[in-house]
């Protein structure tokens, strides 16, 4: 599917000038007419097998070849993952996706949330309106959140704040049933009995298929000027991918 981190957005989306939306997906259906409008090609399933970005070649894993005199980058970015055990085995079965979306489905559970800014703080928020005790576990020793959500956070009797900390591995059997936690100043990780997990880390820049190609900026973006020429001649990046 086309749409990127939109299949991700599940709250209104009242920001974007002269549209409004319940959600990502009712946006997208607004942006999708103009892409049928517009009468190019839209390739779905393709996958790239590698890319010269000098020569201006892709090659598909079908054994095709386009070939062009320009390139647009726009792979946009994925959510960072933790690459703990039990994170991809309890998806779906425990891992909240969304606290908009999910809430109602974890009413009357412990939570965990993992991560220190924004989106993390908002979904520990959140939560904590329908969920006896939240968790909020942060590797760093002070929330990267803006300052209105931490106040926010303050006098919420049901979120209890871990800093310097982080998960090791996230438990249960047939869904999650707990997380391990290790502390900076324990020795050992311990266990916190909750039934859902959402993972709030930041995203990272698609780039892994050109990264040796061109530059990029220390966090991995594609590094353009004002008119979003990348470093190599008629390629052009946009979007989340660059910086």
Same mark, same amino acid.
């Given at each position: 599917?086309?749409?990127?981190?939109?299949h991700?957005?599940?709250?209104?989306?009242?920001?974007?000038?002269?549209?409004?939306?319940?959600?990502?997906?009712?946006?997208?259906?607004?942006?999708?007419?103009?892409v049928?409008?517009?009468?190019?090609?839209?390739?779905?399933?393709?996958e790239?097998?590698?890319?010269?970005?000098r020569?201006?070649r892709?090659?598909?894993?079908?054994?095709?070849?386009?070939?062009?005199?320009?390139?647009?980058?726009?792979?946009?970015?994925?959510? #960072?993952t933790?690459n &703990?055990?039990?994170?991809? =085995?309890?998806?779906?079965?425990?891992?909240? +996706?969304?606290?908009?979306? @999910? %809430?109602?489905?974890?009413?009357?559970?412990?939570?965990c949330?993992?991560?220190?800014?924004?989106?993390?703080?908002?979904?520990?928020?959140?939560?904590a309106?329908?969920?006896?005790?939240?968790?909020?576990v942060?590797?760093?020793?002070?929330?990267?959140?803006?300052?209105?959500?931490?106040?926010?956070?303050?006098?919420?009797?049901?979120v209890?704040?871990?800093?310097?900390?982080?998960?090791?591995?996230?438990?249960?059997?047939d869904?999650?049933?707990a997380?391990?936690?290790?502390?900076?100043?324990?020795?050992?990780?311990?266990?916190?009995?909750? #039934?859902?997990?959402? &993972?709030?880390?930041?995203? =990272?820049?698609?780039?892994?298929?050109?990264? +040796?190609q061109?530059?990029? @900026? %220390?966090?991995?973006?594609?590094?353009?000027?004002?008119?979003?020429?990348?470093?190599?001649?008629?390629?052009?990046?946009?979007?989340d991918v660059?910086?």
């Open positions: 599917e086309i749409g990127g981190q939109l991700r957005v599940h709250n209104p989306i009242n920001n974007y000038l002269g549209l409004k939306a319940r959600n990502g997906k009712e946006l997208l259906d607004s942006f999708s007419v103009d049928d409008d517009a009468g190019f090609d839209l390739w779905r399933g393709t790239i097998e590698s890319i010269d970005l020569a201006k892709i090659s598909l894993r079908s054994g095709e070849q386009l070939q062009s005199i320009a390139i647009i980058l726009a792979t946009g970015v994925r959510p #960072r933790l &703990i055990p039990g994170e991809k =085995e309890f998806a779906g079965k425990g891992i909240i +996706e969304s606290a908009t979306r @999910d %809430r109602e489905q974890f009413a009357g559970e412990d939570v949330v993992i991560g220190g800014g924004d989106a993390a703080v908002e979904n520990a928020l959140l939560l309106e329908v969920c006896p005790t939240v968790t909020l942060h590797r760093r020793r002070k929330l990267r959140a803006r300052r209105e959500f931490v106040e926010r956070l303050q006098p919420n009797h049901a209890t704040v871990f800093t310097e900390s982080v998960v090791t591995r996230i438990i249960g059997s869904r999650v049933e997380v391990e936690i290790l502390r900076k100043d324990g020795l050992k990780p311990f266990q916190l009995a909750v #039934r859902g997990v959402l &993972i709030r880390i930041g995203v =990272e820049p698609n780039t892994d298929l050109f990264r +040796e061109l530059e990029l @900026d %220390r966090q991995g973006y594609v590094a353009v000027n004002s008119e979003q020429e990348t470093t190599v001649s008629m390629v052009f990046a946009a979007g660059s910086n």
